[in-house]
C-alpha cells in the first residue's frame, strides 16, 4: 500500500524514554489497486498469519540468547565471591545450565524448522513454541546477569570513563527492553492458546 495514499494518516506513539519508535496508522476508506494484492481478497489473515510463523520464529532468537548466555557466564566470571568467583557457585552454576539446557533444546526444535524452510515448508504452528520459549530464556538470562550485577546494575548506558565495563553498560536498558518479548509478536499467552488449539488439539474456549 503506498503509504501517501488518500486516507492513510500516522500517528506517532511517544515513549517514555522520548523517542518514537512506534506509531498507530489509520486507513479511512483507503483505495488499493488491485495489481498490488498480496494472495487473494479478504485472504489477509491468511497472509497475516504466514508472516507470523516467520516473525515468531526469528523472535525465538537463538542466536542472539547463545550470545546472552555467554555475557552471562563471563559477568558471573569476573564477578568476586569471597576468593572464588561467581562461576564457582553451586547455585548460580545450576542456574547456567538450566539455562544451557532448555537453550540446546530450543535450538534442536529450532534445526527442524529451518529443516522444513529447506524443503520450502512455511513456519506452522511451531514457531508458538520456538517464540514462547525462546522468548522466556531472553528474559532469564538478563535475569540472571542483573542478580550477578548487583548494584551495578543500576548503571544505564555509561561513558567510556565510566565504573562499569563496556560489555556491562547495556546490561540494564536491555534487562527492561526485553520485558516487551513476552508481548510482542503476539503475547506467549497467545502463543499457548495456539499450541494448545494447532498442536495439542485442545477444544478451544
Ligand atoms: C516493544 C513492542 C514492539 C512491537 N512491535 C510491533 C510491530 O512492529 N508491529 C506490530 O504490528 N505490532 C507490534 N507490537 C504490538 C504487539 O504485537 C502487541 O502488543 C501484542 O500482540 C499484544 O497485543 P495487545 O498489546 O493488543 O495486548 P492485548 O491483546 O490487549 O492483551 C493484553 C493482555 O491480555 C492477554 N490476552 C489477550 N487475549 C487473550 C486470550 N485470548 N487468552 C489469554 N490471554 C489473553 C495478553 O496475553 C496480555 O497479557 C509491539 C509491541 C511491543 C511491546
Not at 486507513?27 to 495489481?35: E, F, G, I, Q, T
Not at 485472504?43 to 497475516?48: K, N, Q, S
Not at 504452528?125 to 538470562?141: R, T
Request: aromatic share 8%; hydrophobic share 40%; glycine share 8%.
Amino acid at each position: 500500500m503506498d503509504m501517501t495514499s488518500p486516507g492513510v494518516s500516522v500517528k506517532p506513539i511517544k515513549l517514555i524514554s522520548g523517542f518514537s519508535p512506534f506509531c498507530e496508522t489509520f486507513l479511512s476508506d483507503v483505495r488499493v489497486p488491485v495489481k498490488n494484492v498480496v494472495g487473494k481478497v479478504n485472504a489477509g489473515w491468511t497472509m497475516a498469519k504466514a508472516l507470523l510463523g516467520h516473525e515468531r520464529t526469528m523472535i525465538a532468537g537463538v542466536g542472539e540468547t547463545r550470545r546472552y548466555i555467554n555475557l552471562l557466564k563471563r559477568i558471573a566470571k569476573e564477578t568476586p565471591v569471597g576468593a572464588k568467583t561467581l562461576m564457582d557457585d553451586p547455585q548460580f552454576r545450576k542456574r547456567i545450565a538450566a539455562l544451557e539446557i532448555k537453550h540446546r533444546a530450543l535450538m534442536m526444535a529450532n534445526y527442524r524448522t529451518l529443516a522444513a524452510a529447506q524443503l520450502g515448508r512455511a513456519p506452522g504452528p511451531e514457531s508458538s513454541i520456538l517464540k514462547l520459549i525462546g522468548s522466556e530464556l531472553q528474559q532469564f538470562a538478563f535475569e540472571h546477569m542483573m542478580d550477578a550485577m548487583g548494584h551495578d546494575a543500576l548503571g544505564w548506558f555509561d561513558s567510556d570513563g565510566g565504573a562499569l565495563p563496556k560489555h556491562e553498560q547495556w546490561v540494564a536498558s536491555q534487562y527492561n527492553y526485553l520485558r516487551a518479548t513476552t508481548i510482542y509478536g503476539g503475547s506467549n499467552e497467545i502463543q499457548r492458546n495456539i499450541i494448545a488449539k494447532m498442536i495439542l488439539q485442545l477444544p478451544g474456549a
